[in-house]
């Protein structure tokens, strides 16, 4: 809901690791998104996707795509995202190049989660955003952070966090 709340009206979405759709669905029905672009590398999955599009009565909006969401975005889908989201936190920063190549050339907004072990004296999220920040300069685009949290614990030292990431430019090299 968080999300959903924060897409604002004709953005296009594009969630790079959809799943049945539970994040999508939910922008959908609650924001008045122009179109939602979610990609999922299980077909079981997209299958069950387009199924809860058409019972939430969505599937105008919401465009199931079956691939790995590295050859989709590098394939059919640069330059078309107003917001990306990365709810996959094991797979998030491997992919990160390309939820920046997805975003329109004039920047939007990432949803990206992570895994983060720290201890008691390490912040969780500041961990999380040297290594995007890292990453983010290597590609030279322009960022700002907003909104980041703790999502939840999932053990000792280990914290699941989303980052809010306004990628505000890209250079050329990070265009193509």
Request: hydrophobic share 45%; proline share 5%.
């Amino acid at each position: 809901m968080r999300i959903a709340q924060l897409v604002k009206p004709y953005e296009t979405a594009v969630n790079m690791f959809a799943g049945v759709g539970s994040f999508s669905i939910l922008i959908a029905c609650r924001s008045k998104a122009r179109k939602i672009l979610s990609i999922d590398v299980n077909p079981v999955a997209v299958n069950l996707m387009r199924q809860n599009a058409r019972l939430n009565r969505v599937e105008t909006i919401l465009i199931p795509v079956l691939g790995d969401a590295r050859d989709v975005v590098q394939e059919h889908m640069k330059n078309v995202a107003d917001r990306v989201l990365m709810p996959l936190p094991r797979k998030a920063l491997a992919y990160l190049d390309y939820a920046v190549l997805a975003l329109k050339p004039s920047g939007g907004w990432t949803h990206y989660y992570d895994f983060k072990h720290a201890y008691k004296n390490e912040p969780p999220i500041e961990k999380a955003k040297a290594e995007v920040a890292e990453k983010l300069r290597k590609l030279d685009a322009q960022f700002r952070f907003s909104g980041q949290r703790i999502v939840r614990s999932i053990g000792p030292n280990w914290d699941q966090v989303v980052l809010g990431i306004r990628v505000i430019g890209r250079t050329k090299s990070t265009q193509s």
